[in-house]
C-alpha cells in the first residue's frame, strides 16, 4: 500500500490531519495534469491550472462528502474528473448572457494577433461524452480518464480492469466516435 493510498484511508476514516499530508504527496502530479489540459485552452480562457488544481483538490476532499478511495488510480480518476466538470462550468458560464455570451473578441488592427489554434469546445464534448456514455459506459470513462488526466493506455487500462489491448481498441473507437458526433455526422 502506498503511501498515498494509507493517507487516503487515513482521510476516509475521518482524520482531518491526512489533508494536509496528502496535498504535498499528489500536487505535482495534479499540477502537471491540469497544465496538460490547459494547454488545450482557447487563448481567452482565465482559469490557470494552479487554480485548477486547488479546485479540484478542494472538491474530491471535501469531508462533508467523504469518498472511499480503493487506489491512487481512483484518486487520480476522481481528480480528472473533478477538472473536467471544473472547466466545463466555466466554459458554459463563459458563454452565458452575462459574460457575454457568442460574443467574439476583435483585435485592434495595428496589434500583430498571435496564430490560431484549434480551441475545443469543452460543452460539445461534454455532450458528446455524456451520450458516449449512455451507449458504452467504459469507453467514457476511457475518454475521461485519458483526455482530461492525461494516463496513459496502460495506466487508463488499469482503473477498470480491462486488457491494454481492449483500451487501445475503446481509445480508437472513442476518438472517432466523439469526433462525428461533435462535428454533427
Known amino acids: 500500500m502506498t ?3 494509507q493517507i487516503l484511508s487515513r482521510i476516509e476514516d475521518g482524520d482531518h490531519s491526512a489533508t494536509a499530508q496528502l496535498l504535498p504527496l499528489v500536487y505535482d ?18 482559469l490557470q491550472a494552479t487554480a485548477l488544481v486547488h479546485e479540484a483538490y478542494l472538491r474530491i476532499v471535501d469531508s462533508s462528502h467523504a469518498q472511499s478511495w480503493n487506489s491512487r488510480g481512483h484518486f487520480f480518476g476522481a481528480a480528472a474528473e473533478a477538472m473536467r466538470r471544473i472547466m466545463v462550468e466555466r466554459a458554459r458560464a463563459k458563454q452565458s448572457l ?9 483585435e ?17 464534448l461534454d455532450e458528446a461524452l455524456q451520450k458516449l456514455a449512455m451507449k458504452d459506459a467504459r469507453k ?15 495506466d487508463a487500462a488499469q ?13 480508437a473507437y472513442a476518438r472517432c466516435w466523439l469526433k462525428l458526433e461533435m462535428s454533427g455526422q
Open 3 to 5: 503511501d498515498i493510498t
Open 29 to 46: 502530479e495534479l499540477r502537471k495534469l491540469a497544465a496538460f489540459r490547459m494547454q488545450r485552452e482557447s487563448p481567452e480562457h482565465t
Open 98 to 106: 452575462k459574460a457575454g455570451g457568442q460574443r467574439t473578441r476583435r
Open 108 to 124: 485592434l488592427p495595428e496589434i500583430e494577433t498571435p496564430p490560431e489554434c484549434d480551441a475545443l469546445d469543452l460543452i460539445a
Open 140 to 154: 467514457a470513462e476511457l475518454v475521461k480518464l485519458r483526455f482530461f488526466a492525461g494516463l496513459t493506455i496502460e
Open 159 to 171: 482503473i477498470p480492469g480491462i486488457s491494454t489491448t481492449t483500451a487501445d481498441t475503446d481509445w
